[in-house]
């Protein structure tokens, strides 16, 4: 049974990693950015809202961000486990979310914490790939597809988000410092924090991460 939370800067590998852990751990990957950005693709009146906000880096609403969230997690895939990439981002979000899973009489087992200097994540962003449909995440020159645009797993479009500009990148950059950052003295005082460094390839940080979860390194 795992319940994880993946905080880190835009750019820190949140995603991968969470492609990763799903693989492994066989929990859904439930990731706002993602169902946003399905609902713009899709336009619906969510999307439409939601857009303005993630064109300029901004966040959307802790309503519409917990409102997504609370619906995925009443999803019976949800009954052993989850891993949440993106939320919380505010420490509203958090408290919000901590008293949704006290009301189920459950519990996240670790935040996941993912370090990396911004110089390097910015990098990482304006290389940075997604594919349309299964949301697999690929970078040009370190992890590109097999095929040039094709996503590996799902045979997908794949396309550079427009909000991975630099602009737009540097001002996420700054609301996760005033807005999500507080959270990991938040998950810290709740003593499940583990501080990742996910300065190098998705492999090392996957390790560092089975290691830290207190599991074992034995299919990668
Ligand atoms: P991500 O794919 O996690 O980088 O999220 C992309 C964008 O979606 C963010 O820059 C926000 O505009 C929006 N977003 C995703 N998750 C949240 C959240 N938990 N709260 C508010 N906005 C969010």
Do not use: W
């Amino acid at each position: 049974m795992y319940r994880l939370i993946l905080l880190g800067p835009p750019g820190a590998g949140k995603g991968t990693l969470a492609d990763n852990l799903t693989d492994r751990f066989n929990v859904p990957h439930i990731s706002t950015g993602s169902i946003l950005r399905r609902n713009i693709k899709e336009g619906t009146p969510l999307g439409k809202k939601a857009k303005e906000y993630m064109d300029k880096g901004a966040l959307v609403s802790d309503e519409i961000a917990m409102r997504i969230v609370e619906n995925r997690l009443k999803e019976d895939d949800c009954k052993n486990g989850f891993l949440l990439d993106g939320f919380p981002r505010t420490v509203n979000q958090a408290e919000q979310l901590d008293r949704y899973l006290d009301a189920n009489g459950i519990s996240v087992d670790k935040v996941i914490d993912l370090v990396a200097d911004e110089e390097l994540l910015m990098e990482r962003m304006i290389g940075r790939r997604v594919c349309k449909s299964c949301g697999r995440i690929y970078h040009i020159t370190a992890m590109p597809p097999k095929t040039e645009g094709v996503c590996d797993f799902c045979g997908g479009e794949i396309y550079h988000r427009s909000d991975d500009t630099e602009e737009t990148v540097k001002k996420r950059f700054f609301v996760y410092r005033s807005q999500t950052a507080p959270l990991i003295d938040y998950y810290r005082n709740e003593g499940v924090l583990l501080t990742v460094d996910a300065s190098f390839t998705p492999e090392y940080t996957l390790k560092a991460v089975i290691a830290g979860l207190g599991l074992q390194n034995d299919n990668n």
